[in-house]
């Protein structure tokens, strides 16, 4: 009942900025948790930001003071803005969300991947 749909994904040049947004569709009560993930070649995915409901956020070491996530809760958006790119940003990005259909627990939901890749 929750669909993830990420833009903002491209080819960008090393200290380049991208923004990445993330907007979740469908029937739900709240979402709770968003966040990013990405995954590059031959790597397991991991987080690089995530934004609590409240606004709190955590941001993976490799991303801090470069990387900023906010979220707009009156239209289910998430945004990861991306400054000072680095090629081992290279990655496809992924949003990710914990929502609550009507009237059921919570449950992660994935988005489709949106590819970033950085060029020296």
């Known amino acids: 009942q929750v669909q993830l749909v990420e833009s903002g994904g491209g080819l960008v040049q090393a200290g380049g900025s991208l923004r990445l947004s993330c907007a979740a569709s469908?029937?739900?009560?709240?979402?709770?948790?968003m966040a990013w993930h990405r995954q590059a070649p031959g790597k397991q995915r991991e987080l690089v930001a995530r934004?609590?409901?409240?606004?709190?956020?955590t941001y993976a070491d490799s991303v801090k003071g470069r990387f900023t996530i906010s979220r707009d809760n009156a239209k289910n958006t998430v945004t990861l803005r991306m400054d000072s790119l680095k090629p081992e940003d290279t990655a496809v990005y992924y949003c990710y969300a914990i929502a609550v259909p009507e009237m059921a627990r919570s449950y992660p939901y994935w988005g489709q991947g949106t590819q970033v890749t950085v060029s020296s």
């Open positions: 469908g029937v739900f009560f709240s979402i709770n948790a």
């Open positions: 934004i609590s409901s409240d606004g709190s956020t």
